[in-house]
């Protein structure tokens, strides 16, 4: 099993170009969750869902999108980058089995950098 | 309003030290859960535990131990005999509702040196 994997591990973007980050899981976990993390701070959750077809957005979403078209793949979309948007980004999977919170698991992160 | 305090920015001490890293979370719930996280400085994430709000006995994993106190709010997390290889930021993050989303503090960056 590859886990959480996330591509790419870095970009520079433009002010004002668009780009997808990709996150796919093989775990046949069935929520999925984007948190980008800034320098010297934790993590703030973008955008989740529950399944496929299900998204809802988090404590920081403008600026962003996402779609959940199938179990596996959670894609997160920046449409017109900003330099506030340079950051860490990290996608998570969990397994919900009803029986309390769920341990997240982690893709290695993608570093975004907009200039 | 919920609100998770990690005070300690940053903690150092010498390889063999004990060292104790601090929580706060401040909830009007009955039943929650808590998460401590750990990221080295390769950057992942790694999970090291998960408690929830009606269990406070102390729990032992090694050289880990985590002693959670509801009547103060506090989750803490103690190291015993600290390694170059503890070297990390510790995260502790409450989960604040549906769908296990969690809320992470601003993390405790702590350093050992030989």
């Given amino acids: 099993n590859a886990g959480v994997t996330q591509t790419p591990k870095f970009r520079i973007l433009k002010i004002g170009q668009s780009m997808t980050l990709q996150c796919a899981q093989d775990m046949n976990h069935n929520y999925m969750y984007w948190y980008r993390q800034d320098p010297g701070m934790g993590l703030k959750l973008i955008y989740y869902s529950v399944g496929a077809g299900i998204t809802d957005k988090g404590e920081v979403p403008n600026g962003y999108n996402v779609s959940r078209s199938t179990t596996e793949d959670f894609p997160l979309r920046l449409e017109l980058a900003a330099p506030s948007q340079t950051s860490v980004y990290f996608c998570a999977s969990s397994l919900n089995q009803g029986s309390g919170a769920n341990v997240l698991t982690f893709g290695a992160g993608s570093r975004l950098t907009v200039l | ?114």
């Fill in chain 2, 1 to 114: 309003a919920q609100k998770v305090t990690q005070a300690q920015t940053e903690i150092s001490v010498v390889e063999k030290e004990d060292v104790t890293l601090d929580c706060v979370y401040e909830t009007r719930d009955t039943t929650y859960y808590l998460f401590w996280y750990k990221q080295p400085p390769s950057g992942e994430l790694v999970f090291l535990i998960r408690r929830n709000s009606f269990d406070e006995q102390n729990e032992i994993s090694g050289r880990y131990s985590w002693n959670f106190q509801k009547s103060t709010s506090s989750f803490n997390f103690t190291i015993t005999a600290s390694q170059v290889v503890d070297s990390a930021v510790y995260f502790c993050a409450p989960d604040t509702g549906t769908a296990s989303k969690l809320t992470f503090g601003t993390g405790t960056r702590l350093q050992v040196t030989l």
